[in-house]
């Protein structure tokens, strides 16, 4: 990276941002540690503005970072505390549509450039989904550069009226080495005995337990499958609004599902999976998607948002919705061990092609040497 990279537009200092955060999605929080990581190792400063809660669990000051404590909030308050913290930043960058709506307000009547990041969507229906709109557009049209982590994102940031949308560079911070699944010890038997899988087929299920997840799905497919012999253990990784629900959905039909709460150990967990399902209405860049790929267990997920680039050829996709064809694809696979062999090395050479850490503090670094230095002169 040139040395004007980690510049001010006057040359005369370090470059200063600021990374503004809402707290409350852990693919775009573990994205922000991982950016500003490389940022610091270029030179740039970097503060964070984010829930206290989110540097606990994230530690951007141990990457470097300043941390500026900012409620997940658009009142008065939170927003003058944003402002202070972006007094004097030569560029903003938010992530997700509450964190820019709220650094759109910090910097009204400033001329400091804003990117923003899009990681996801918001599923939402009736007027929030009006209100979900008149955000958005209020957000793109005041952005210097929207950057969409799928290309439908990108393409409803350009439909908002966004001056300038393109298409993020986003790795899976800290992704590790692929699992080698001719090692014996792949299969972790201590793992499969605590949840219950010796001797019967893991599936593995991870996210937060809510609509979009499409559980409801899951536990429909999960009835047809019981058909098998041996019956697959579907176990699942999360919590959320609808644990209760769905608690009482498997007692009542005695499924055969467990449901884990949240967890620390979710590679090991997954490394010893038969088979990873995805099962959600909208997805960008999962992060299970790209843990499974990586550890070469065997994906099942719906064709849906980001997936289909995200995955490619490395997984079998079913429309979302339909129990039948999720099912079917899961059975098949069981019965097939070539398929499960061929899916595996795809998802290998398929996660080759995704950006990687460094690549992608390389894209966001461009576009902030663009919009913070100085114009030649004629």
């Known amino acids: 990276m ?5 510049t001010s537009p006057h040359g005369q200092s370090p470059l200063r941002t600021v990374q503004v955060l809402g707290g409350g999605n852990a693919g775009s929080s573990a994205h922000v540690r991982s950016l500003a990581a490389g940022l610091v190792a270029r030179g740039v400063r970097v503060t964070v ?55 759109v307000l910090a910097l009204s009547g400033r001329h400091t450039p804003l990117v923003v990041t899009w990681h996801n969507r918001a599923e939402v229906e009736g007027a929030r989904a009006h209100l979900l709109r008149v955000l958005e557009r209020r957000v793109v049209r005041t952005a210097a ?15 908002s009226g966004a001056r300038d949308a393109r298409l ?21 038997p201590k793992a499969r005995a605590e949840l219950g899988a010796t001797g019967r087929p893991l599936l593995m299920a991870v996210g937060s337990l809510d609509r979009q997840r499409g559980y409801d799905v899951l536990l429909d497919a999960a009835r047809l499958w019981c058909r098998r012999d041996p019956v697959p253990l579907l176990v699942i990784a999360g ?14 039909e005695e499924l055969p599902v467990r449901l884990i709460g949240r967890r620390d150990d979710i590679g090991e967990l997954l490394a010893a ?23 070469r267990v ?14 490619g050829g490395a997984a079998e996709l079913v429309p979302y919705g339909d129990a039948e064809a999720l099912a079917d694809a899961v059975v098949g696979l069981l019965a097939d061990p070539e398929r499960c062999a061929e899916l595996a090395d795809r998802g290998v050479r398929q996660a080759a092609t995704w950006p990687s850490e460094d690549q992608t503090v390389a894209q966001v670094l461009s576009v902030y040497d663009e919009l913070t230095q100085p114009l030649p002169l004629p």
């Open 273 to 295: 999976a038969d088979i990873a399902l995805l099962c959600s209405s909208w997805e960008s860049r999962s992060v299970l998607a790209q843990e499974a790929l990586h550890a």
């Open 49 to 103: 503005c984010a829930p206290v809660e989110a540097d606990h669990t994230y530690d951007f000051t141990g990457v470097g970072a300043d941390h500026v404590h900012v409620p997940r909030s658009s009142d008065p308050v939170s927003v003058a505390a944003l402002r202070a913290a972006c007094s004097h930043a030569d560029l903003v960058h938010a992530h997700g549509l509450h964190a820019s709506f709220r650094a």
């Open 168 to 188: 993020a560079a986003v790795a899976l911070p800290g992704s590790r080495p692929p699992v080698d699944r001719d090692d014996p010890d792949r299969l972790r």
């Open 145 to 159: 550069v929207v950057l969409g982590t799928t290309s439908d994102l990108v393409d409803r940031a350009r439909r």
């Open 298 to 311: 065997p994906l099942v997920a719906t064709a849906v948002g980001g997936i289909p680039d995200l995955v």
């Open 2 to 6: 040139s040395p004007a990279s980690s």
């Open 239 to 252: 919590e959320g609004p609808l644990r209760a629900e769905l608690q009482r959905r498997i007692e009542a």
